[in-house]
């Protein structure tokens, strides 16, 4: 049995001076521009779409939101950022969502550690997201859906999460966390780690205790996450009989999904996108 991850919260206590990043990154990451030709840029028409202030216990941090203009409430999905923080290709994919009828809130993990989107090196990059604990992040995510209840535009009895590369760890271990969530989307979030006081536990640690079914999409050419540990994954969710999934997408490498980079697949991006959606409407969030 494992014990129940807010059981090892460290301690977090900040002041409001204390937040670094206040407001969201403008266009792209630093360490991932020049962005490909084959980078995707959803306009806003009906919708309605911007940088948001999410009230946390120790002040406020900056998501970005993104909602069909008229009616209402929709089903919620919390998009969980890559390693590079919210920037331009995280806001975008909450425009997609909001196309398709979601109310879609991306809150700045990152917030009181750093400002990822100004670095270039990825060392420097590592430092910050390293002090990140696994229990803020799953107390800032619970803050956000308090956010999107309270808007009245949001209807948090369908909730989804989706995360990307370190998000997708996070989808993980957020569908451990809230007995809330009706489901989870998880691109190529890293499954096996070495434990540490801030991030305490990993994905394969708690297939046993996932709260909400997962779909794990990951690619067969990641040169970060083995095909070994996505097996491990799998018969882990397979002898926990939990109704979660792994497609494994062969030759793929990693970040097939961001467009706005040279990983960028086509094929499989489209192809997740609409198992995501699928998945989703499946279990309750559409």
């Known amino acids: 049995m494992h014990e129940d991850l807010l059981s090892l919260r460290p301690k977090f206590d900040f002041n409001r001076r204390e937040f670094v990043v206040t407001t969201l990154a403008a266009g792209f990451a630093l360490a991932v521009q020049p962005v490909t030709a084959d980078t995707i840029t959803t306009d806003t028409q009906d919708i309605e779409a911007g940088e948001v202030k999410v009230p946390v216990k120790d002040g406020e941090i900056p998501a970005y939101r993104a909602m069909p203009a008229k009616g209402g ?55 910050i997201v390293s002090k990140v604990p696994d229990a803020q992040v799953m107390a800032d995510l619970d803050s956000a859906v308090a956010y999107a209840k309270a808007s009245g535009k949001a209807d948090t009895a369908k909730l989804g999460i989706t995360g990307f590369c370190w998000g997708g760890r996070i989808v993980w271990l957020y569908s451990a966390h809230n007995p809330n969530l009706k489901a989870g989307v998880a691109w190529y979030g890293r499954l096996v780690g070495q434990a540490n006081d801030l991030q305490p536990k990993y994905p394969i640690d708690i297939a046993a205790d996932l709260k909400a079914p997962v779909l794990g999409l990951y690619g067969g050419a990641d040169q970060g996450i083995p095909v070994d540990t996505v097996e491990k994954m799998r018969e882990a969710i397979k002898a926990a009989k939990k109704p979660s999934e792994i497609v494994l997408y062969p030759d793929t490498p990693h970040g097939f999904y961001a467009d706005y980079r040279p990983s960028y697949t086509k094929d499989k991006a489209d192809d997740g996108w609409k198992k995501l959606q699928e998945w989703f409407k499946k279990n309750g969030v559409a």
């Open 73 to 127: 409430p929709f089903p919620v999905v919390l998009v969980v950022q890559e390693i590079f923080g919210v920037h331009e290709h995280i806001k975008d994919i909450c425009r997609r969502f909001a196309k398709l009828g979601y109310f879609a809130i991306a809150p700045e993990m990152y917030a009181r550690q750093g400002d990822v989107s100004k670095l270039t090196d990825f060392q420097e990059i590592f430092k």
